[in-house]
């Protein structure tokens, strides 16, 4: 069974820092992962999505690497800005045909001004 | 191009009642998976729906059901609610799985029903 591990499940900063937030699954039969982010009380919005066959994946101050046969992935966020603060959850689409997602809990995030 | 709608927004219901959760997906998806997010927790995995049917199923009880309509939108059913179904419900869509794109596509979640059972 595939569980995904997120670590800290909780950071502060100060703005301008540059931060890692970090991810391990158990099971590297996957056929991908994705970064997401939410907001209190809303849904999730889709990061970064990171192929079983890539390394990285870079959006403007995100980056998301991957090294599947370790079972780890890590978000690197640039400068970081009080707008980041929210939870970011890693979540991996194991093999098997399905689209089914498995996520961790989450890091919780809050960028101090 | 409207993203994941989801209705209603908020819910209360008592113990023991039934309650049904909407979902419409992005335009040009015709998957729909629904997750349960618990508070403080990740979302887990109930059900995805595809071509009308039940394709993959988390480790939910029966009370749990759902169902998918020709226009590709979806309802999650709860029969006999518990104080533990209180959460907030997610939908998620994507495009089909056979197509060669469909692992390369990132699910595209709704903002979800907040589920309260008192």
């Known amino acids: 069974k595939q569980e995904v591990t997120q670590i800290p499940a909780a950071l502060s900063v100060p703005e301008g820092e540059n931060l890692v937030l970090n991810c391990s699954f158990t099971?590297?039969?996957?056929?991908?992962l994705q970064w997401f982010r939410q907001d209190p009380g809303k849904g999730l919005t889709s990061l970064l999505l990171?192929?079983?066959?890539?390394r990285e994946q870079t959006s403007g101050r995100l980056n998301a690497s991957l090294d599947k046969s370790s079972g780890r992935s890590t978000l690197y966020i640039a400068a970081s800005q009080p707008g980041d603060s929210a939870t970011y959850l890693c979540?991996?689409?194991?093999?098997?045909?399905?689209?089914?997602?498995?996520f961790g809990k989450g890091t919780k995030l809050t960028v101090n001004p | 191009d409207a993203g994941v709608t989801q209705s209603p927004t908020h819910l209360i219901k008592t113990r023991g009642q039934q309650v049904t959760l909407r979902c419409s997906p992005k335009s040009g998806h015709d998957t729909v998976s629904w997750y349960q997010q618990a508070l403080g927790q990740g979302p887990q995995f109930i059900f995805q729906?595809?071509?009308?049917?039940?394709?993959q199923r988390g480790n939910f009880p029966d009370r749990f059901s759902g169902h998918q309509f020709p226009n590709y939108s979806s309802e999650l059913n709860v029969n006999a609610l518990l104080l533990g179904d209180s959460a907030l419900y997610l939908c998620?869509?994507?495009?089909?799985?056979?197509?060669?794109?469909?692992?390369?596509?990132?699910?595209?979640f709704g903002n979800g029903t907040r589920l309260t059972v008192t």
């Open positions: 979540a991996v689409t194991t093999q098997g045909g399905s689209e089914k997602l498995v």
């Open positions: 998620a869509s994507s495009p089909r799985e056979d197509q060669a794109s469909s692992y390369n596509s990132p699910l595209h």
């Open positions: 729906y595809y071509e009308e049917e039940e394709r």
């Open positions: 990171i192929q079983s066959s890539q």
């Open positions: 099971d590297s039969a996957i056929y991908n």
